[in-house]
C-alpha cells in the first residue's frame, strides 16, 4: 500500500539558508499535518491542512510557512534557518471522514551547520 | 489543553515475558488514541488505535492496548516480547479531526 512520501531524506542548510520540505500524503487522504521532532524529543506539531486549507496550526515558527496543493502534496518552507532548527520533520497524512488513522512518512532530515 | 502522558522513560524485559508501557491521557469529549513505534533513525510506524468499540484493540506485531476510561489509561501491552521490540514507542490521542499530542515516549528495551 502507498505510504506517505517525503523529500528529500536527508537536507543539510547552512544558518539562515532556507529550506523546503515536501510531502504526498496518501492517496485520497484530505488532510496533511507536519511535526517536527528535535534531538531525543517527542514530535512536536507545526501545522495542519484539510482539503488545502490551514485547519490548526501549533508550534510553528514565524520563519515557516506551508501550504498545500491542489494535488493534495504540502510543502514546509523553513527561512532563515537556525541551528535550533536541525531535526527530524514528519509529515502525516488522514482520511478525516474514514478510519481517520494518521499514517506518518519516514521523515525528513534537517541539519543546520 | 488535552496531554498525553508516558511516565516511563524506558522499560526494560527479557524476552518472552509480557511487557506493558503505560500511557494516560487527558482528552476532552471522546479520544482517539494510537500507538506508534519508532526504530532508529526511522519514522513513526502505526501499531494500533482506539477510537470507539471494544475497550481491547489488537495491532500490529502481537501487540494490543486496553483502554480504561475511568483511569484515563491506554497501556499498550504484549504477551511474549521479542528482541525485535525493542524501539521507542509513542502514545498519541486526539479528538476526531484534531492534531494528535504525543507523549515524551518509552524506550522499550528487550533483553535476550
Known amino acids: 500500500a502507498a505510504g506517505v512520501i517525503q523529500s528529500p531524506r536527508h537536507l543539510i542548510k547552512e544558518k539562515r539558508e532556507t529550506a523546503t520540505l515536501k510531502c504526498y500524503p496518501i492517496p485520497r487522504h484530505d488532510t496533511v499535518y507536519w511535526y517536527q521532532q528535535g534531538p531525543g524529543q517527542d514530535p512536536q506539531f507545526l501545522i495542519s491542512?484539510?482539503?488545502?486549507?490551514?485547519?490548526d496550526k501549533g508550534s510553528i515558527p514565524d520563519r515557516f510557512s506551508a501550504q498545500q496543493f491542489s494535488d493534495y502534496h504540502s510543502e514546509l518552507n523553513m527561512s532563515s534557518l537556525e541551528l535550533g532548527d536541525s531535526a527530524l520533520y514528519f509529515c502525516?497524512?488522514?482520511?478525516?471522514?474514514?478510519?481517520?488513522?494518521?499514517?506518518f512518512g519516514e521523515g525528513s532530515w534537517l541539519t543546520v551547520v | 489543553a488535552q496531554s498525553v502522558a508516558q511516565p516511563e522513560d524506558q522499560v526494560n524485559v527479557a524476552e518472552g515475558n509480557p511487557l506493558t508501557v503505560k500511557c494516560t491521557y487527558s482528552?476532552?469529549?471522546?479520544?482517539?488514541l494510537f500507538w506508534y513505534v519508532q526504530y532508529p533513525n526511522r519514522g513513526l510506524q502505526f501499531l494500533l488505535k482506539y477510537i470507539t468499540g471494544d475497550n481491547l484493540v489488537k495491532g500490529s506485531y502481537g501487540f494490543e492496548a486496553e483502554f480504561n476510561k475511568s483511569q484515563t489509561s491506554f497501556h499498550l501491552k504484549k504477551p511474549s516480547a521479542l528482541v525485535s521490540d525493542s524501539a521507542l514507542y509513542f502514545c498519541?490521542?486526539?479528538?476526531?479531526?484534531?492534531?494528535?499530542?504525543f507523549g515524551t515516549g518509552t524506550r522499550l528495551q528487550v533483553f535476550p
Open positions: 498519541a490521542g486526539g479528538t476526531h479531526t484534531d492534531k494528535l499530542i
Open positions: 502525516a497524512s488522514s482520511l478525516v471522514q474514514g478510519a481517520n488513522t494518521i499514517y
Open positions: 482528552v476532552s469529549g471522546n479520544p482517539y
Open positions: 491542512f484539510y482539503e488545502k486549507m490551514q485547519s
